[in-house]
Protein backbone atom coordinates (compact mmCIF):
# COMPACT_ATOMS: atom_id res chain seq x y z
CA UNK A 1 0.00 0.00 0.00
CA UNK A 2 1.33 3.47 -0.75
CA UNK A 3 1.86 5.50 1.89
CA UNK A 4 0.74 8.56 0.67
CA UNK A 5 -2.47 8.32 -1.87
CA UNK A 6 -3.65 11.03 -4.17
CA UNK A 7 -6.56 10.77 -6.51
CA UNK A 8 -4.81 11.40 -9.43
CA UNK A 9 -7.55 13.10 -11.55
CA UNK A 10 -7.87 14.85 -14.18
CA UNK A 11 -9.53 17.76 -12.00
CA UNK A 12 -11.02 20.22 -15.03
CA UNK A 13 -12.33 23.33 -13.61
CA UNK A 14 -13.32 26.62 -15.08
CA UNK A 15 -11.40 30.01 -14.07
CA UNK A 16 -12.66 31.36 -10.81
CA UNK A 17 -13.92 27.89 -9.40
CA UNK A 18 -13.12 26.33 -5.98
CA UNK A 19 -10.94 23.23 -6.10
CA UNK A 20 -10.21 21.06 -3.40
CA UNK A 21 -7.18 17.81 -3.24
CA UNK A 22 -7.09 15.62 -0.56
CA UNK A 23 -3.86 13.38 0.38
CA UNK A 24 -4.06 10.50 2.92
CA UNK A 25 -0.95 9.64 4.58
CA UNK A 26 -0.10 6.06 6.57
CA UNK A 27 2.63 7.10 8.82
CA UNK A 28 0.67 8.28 11.78
CA UNK A 29 3.68 9.99 13.64
CA UNK A 30 4.80 12.01 10.37
CA UNK A 31 5.31 15.70 11.83
CA UNK A 32 5.44 17.75 8.45
CA UNK A 33 3.99 17.68 5.26
CA UNK A 34 4.31 19.54 1.72
CA UNK A 35 2.36 20.41 -1.02
CA UNK A 36 4.65 21.03 -4.35
CA UNK A 37 3.62 22.32 -7.46
CA UNK A 38 4.86 20.71 -10.35
CA UNK A 39 4.38 21.88 -14.27
CA UNK A 40 4.78 19.45 -17.79
CA UNK A 41 7.61 18.48 -17.67
CA UNK A 42 9.29 20.46 -15.06
CA UNK A 43 10.79 20.34 -11.45
CA UNK A 44 8.95 20.09 -8.49
CA UNK A 45 8.24 23.96 -6.49
CA UNK A 46 7.50 24.17 -3.07
CA UNK A 47 3.94 25.54 -3.09
CA UNK A 48 2.40 25.31 0.64
CA UNK A 49 3.96 23.65 3.97
CA UNK A 50 1.07 22.22 5.90
CA UNK A 51 1.39 23.35 9.82
CA UNK A 52 -1.19 21.41 12.56
CA UNK A 53 -3.31 24.86 12.73
CA UNK A 54 -3.63 25.16 8.63
CA UNK A 55 -1.99 27.61 6.54
CA UNK A 56 -3.33 30.41 4.20
CA UNK A 57 -1.31 31.88 1.43
CA UNK A 58 -3.58 34.25 -0.75
CA UNK A 59 -6.15 32.08 -2.85
CA UNK A 60 -4.39 28.48 -1.27
CA UNK A 61 -4.90 26.90 1.92
CA UNK A 62 -4.17 23.42 3.09
CA UNK A 63 -4.80 21.81 6.16
CA UNK A 64 -3.93 18.89 8.13
CA UNK A 65 -6.31 16.22 10.00
CA UNK A 66 -4.41 14.00 11.80
CA UNK A 67 -7.55 11.91 13.09
CA UNK A 68 -8.56 11.22 9.66
CA UNK A 69 -4.34 10.85 8.89
CA UNK A 70 -5.00 13.28 5.31
CA UNK A 71 -4.46 16.44 4.36
CA UNK A 72 -5.74 19.17 2.07
CA UNK A 73 -5.27 21.96 -0.47
CA UNK A 74 -7.83 24.25 -1.14
CA UNK A 75 -7.30 26.75 -4.09
CA UNK A 76 -10.33 29.92 -4.56
CA UNK A 77 -10.73 31.55 -7.68
CA UNK A 78 -8.67 29.13 -9.71
CA UNK A 79 -6.15 30.82 -12.51
CA UNK A 80 -5.41 29.17 -15.53
CA UNK A 81 -1.83 29.91 -14.30
CA UNK A 82 -2.48 26.99 -11.35
CA UNK A 83 -2.88 24.19 -13.68
CA UNK A 84 -0.32 21.71 -12.83
CA UNK A 85 0.07 18.55 -11.30
CA UNK A 86 -0.07 18.95 -7.13
CA UNK A 87 1.84 16.69 -5.43
CA UNK A 88 1.37 15.88 -1.57
CA UNK A 89 4.89 15.20 0.19
CA UNK A 90 4.88 13.34 3.74
CA UNK A 91 8.53 13.95 5.25
CA UNK A 92 9.96 15.61 2.70
CA UNK A 93 11.00 11.72 1.12
CA UNK A 94 7.66 10.58 0.17
CA UNK A 95 5.93 11.69 -2.51
CA UNK A 96 2.21 11.27 -3.87
CA UNK A 97 1.30 10.35 -7.19
CA UNK A 98 0.11 14.03 -7.82
CA UNK A 99 -3.37 15.57 -8.74
CA UNK A 100 -3.73 16.88 -11.98
CA UNK A 101 -5.55 20.45 -12.37
CA UNK A 102 -6.28 21.91 -15.35
CA UNK A 103 -7.99 25.00 -15.38
CA UNK A 104 -10.04 25.84 -18.47
CA UNK A 105 -11.36 29.48 -19.68
CA UNK B 1 23.35 30.98 -6.82
CA UNK B 2 22.91 28.02 -9.42
CA UNK B 3 20.79 26.35 -7.04
CA UNK B 4 20.75 22.81 -7.57
CA UNK B 5 22.38 22.35 -11.38
CA UNK B 6 22.22 18.69 -13.11
CA UNK B 7 23.70 16.89 -16.06
CA UNK B 8 23.05 15.95 -18.59
CA UNK B 9 19.84 16.89 -19.59
CA UNK B 10 19.34 13.99 -22.20
CA UNK B 11 20.86 11.11 -22.40
CA UNK B 12 20.64 7.78 -24.32
CA UNK B 13 21.91 4.58 -23.63
CA UNK B 14 22.10 1.11 -24.24
CA UNK B 15 20.83 -2.13 -22.31
CA UNK B 16 24.34 -2.80 -19.98
CA UNK B 17 25.72 0.96 -20.08
CA UNK B 18 27.32 2.60 -17.01
CA UNK B 19 27.23 6.27 -17.01
CA UNK B 20 27.13 8.75 -14.17
CA UNK B 21 24.32 12.08 -13.51
CA UNK B 22 25.55 14.48 -11.63
CA UNK B 23 24.23 16.53 -9.33
CA UNK B 24 25.54 20.11 -7.62
CA UNK B 25 24.16 22.47 -5.02
CA UNK B 26 26.04 25.70 -4.75
CA UNK B 27 23.79 26.04 -1.24
CA UNK B 28 25.72 24.57 1.45
CA UNK B 29 23.16 22.27 2.02
CA UNK B 30 23.66 19.28 3.42
CA UNK B 31 20.95 17.17 2.76
CA UNK B 32 20.71 15.78 -0.92
CA UNK B 33 18.50 13.05 -2.51
CA UNK B 34 17.65 11.34 -5.47
CA UNK B 35 14.39 10.78 -7.12
CA UNK B 36 13.04 8.97 -9.93
CA UNK B 37 9.44 10.10 -12.19
CA UNK B 38 7.60 7.53 -13.64
CA UNK B 39 4.00 8.20 -15.69
CA UNK B 40 1.62 7.30 -12.77
CA UNK B 41 4.37 6.79 -10.39
CA UNK B 42 4.58 10.12 -8.66
CA UNK B 43 8.65 10.56 -7.38
CA UNK B 44 10.28 7.89 -5.68
CA UNK B 45 13.57 8.10 -3.31
CA UNK B 46 16.17 6.63 -4.62
CA UNK B 47 19.23 7.28 -2.15
CA UNK B 48 19.61 10.26 0.07
CA UNK B 49 22.46 11.74 2.43
CA UNK B 50 22.14 13.86 5.14
CA UNK B 51 25.80 14.96 4.61
CA UNK B 52 29.23 14.69 3.19
CA UNK B 53 30.52 10.95 3.58
CA UNK B 54 26.69 9.61 4.16
CA UNK B 55 24.60 7.85 2.27
CA UNK B 56 21.97 5.87 2.83
CA UNK B 57 18.68 3.57 0.64
CA UNK B 58 15.64 4.96 -0.23
CA UNK B 59 12.44 2.92 -1.90
CA UNK B 60 14.37 1.64 -4.82
CA UNK B 61 17.89 1.61 -4.73
CA UNK B 62 18.37 -1.61 -6.98
CA UNK B 63 20.98 -0.84 -9.59
CA UNK B 64 22.15 2.43 -8.30
CA UNK B 65 25.06 3.79 -6.60
CA UNK B 66 25.77 7.20 -4.95
CA UNK B 67 28.63 8.98 -2.73
CA UNK B 68 28.96 12.33 -1.15
CA UNK B 69 32.66 13.10 -0.85
CA UNK B 70 32.12 16.83 -0.91
CA UNK B 71 28.73 18.58 0.60
CA UNK B 72 28.66 20.10 -3.00
CA UNK B 73 28.14 17.24 -5.39
CA UNK B 74 25.75 14.09 -5.38
CA UNK B 75 26.21 11.83 -8.31
CA UNK B 76 24.32 8.74 -9.11
CA UNK B 77 25.70 5.98 -10.81
CA UNK B 78 24.13 3.62 -12.84
CA UNK B 79 26.19 0.55 -13.18
CA UNK B 80 24.87 -1.57 -15.80
CA UNK B 81 21.51 0.09 -17.29
CA UNK B 82 18.10 -1.73 -17.89
CA UNK B 83 15.07 -0.40 -19.86
CA UNK B 84 13.13 -0.28 -16.42
CA UNK B 85 15.33 2.64 -15.39
CA UNK B 86 14.10 4.91 -18.03
CA UNK B 87 12.61 7.76 -16.17
CA UNK B 88 13.41 11.16 -15.27
CA UNK B 89 15.58 11.80 -12.66
CA UNK B 90 15.62 14.63 -10.19
CA UNK B 91 18.24 15.49 -7.55
CA UNK B 92 17.10 17.52 -4.58
CA UNK B 93 18.78 19.45 -1.43
CA UNK B 94 17.50 21.13 1.59
CA UNK B 95 19.30 23.22 3.89
CA UNK B 96 17.15 22.37 7.04
CA UNK B 97 16.94 19.29 7.10
CA UNK B 98 14.24 16.48 5.79
CA UNK B 99 11.85 18.92 7.14
CA UNK B 100 12.28 21.36 5.38
CA UNK B 101 11.64 22.47 1.65
CA UNK B 102 13.46 20.97 -0.91
CA UNK B 103 15.40 22.48 -4.03
CA UNK B 104 14.89 20.12 -7.18
CA UNK B 105 17.38 20.47 -10.14
CA UNK B 106 15.96 20.80 -13.66
CA UNK B 107 15.97 16.79 -14.07
CA UNK B 108 17.49 14.30 -16.61
CA UNK B 109 15.51 12.42 -18.62
CA UNK B 110 17.05 8.93 -19.49
CA UNK B 111 16.14 6.63 -21.82
CA UNK B 112 17.90 3.27 -22.21
CA UNK B 113 17.22 1.18 -25.28
Known amino acids: RKEVEQDPGPFNVPEGATVAFNCTYSNSASQSFFWYRQDCRKEPKLLMS???SGNEDGRFTAQLNRASQYISLLIRDSKLSDSATYLCVEGQLTFGSGTQLTVLP | NAGVTQTPKFQVLKTGQSMTLQCAQDMNHEYMSWYRQDPGMGLRLIHYSVGAGITDQGEVPNGYNVSRSTTEDFPLRLLSAAPSQTSVYFCASSGGGLADTQYFGPGTRLTVL
Open chain 1, 50 to 52: VYS
